[in-house]
Nanobody, 117 residues
């Protein structure tokens, strides 16, 4: 069974940066969108950023100008560069791959990001 493996989370001070990565355990063909979601304690999971197979991106208003999503289609990998981090960015971050033809979602196990002084 295909798994998405995330890395790059951790503890960072406000204003700092982190880079998250998410790679599939085996090749997945026909991925349409790759994205990152996050869930803070007591809150629902929310979209952070998505990127289409053609490179079109979409961001939550709260992260625009600070976060950048990118993907490497050949390696089935998606990245999230997070700059100017704020305490309110603290959450578990999940990556997602979506294959529209099969209507299939793949989720990572989540990686903790904590922004605190």
């Amino acid at each position: 069974q295909v798994q998405l493996v995330e890395s790059g989370g951790g503890l960072v001070q406000p204003g700092g940066s982190l880079r998250l990565s998410c790679a599939a355990s085996e090749t997945i063909r026909g991925i349409n969108t790759m994205g990152w979601y996050r869930q803070a304690p007591g809150k629902e999971r929310e979209l952070v950023a998505v990127i289409s197979s053609g490179g079109t991106t979409n961001y939550a208003d709260s992260v625009k100008g600070r976060f950048t999503i990118s993907r490497d289609n050949a390696k089935n990998t998606v990245f999230l560069q997070m700059n100017s981090l704020k305490p309110e960015d603290t959450a578990v971050y999940y990556c997602n791959f979506y294959r529209a033809f099969y209507r299939r979602n793949y989720w990572g196990q989540g990686t903790q990001v904590t922004v605190s002084s």
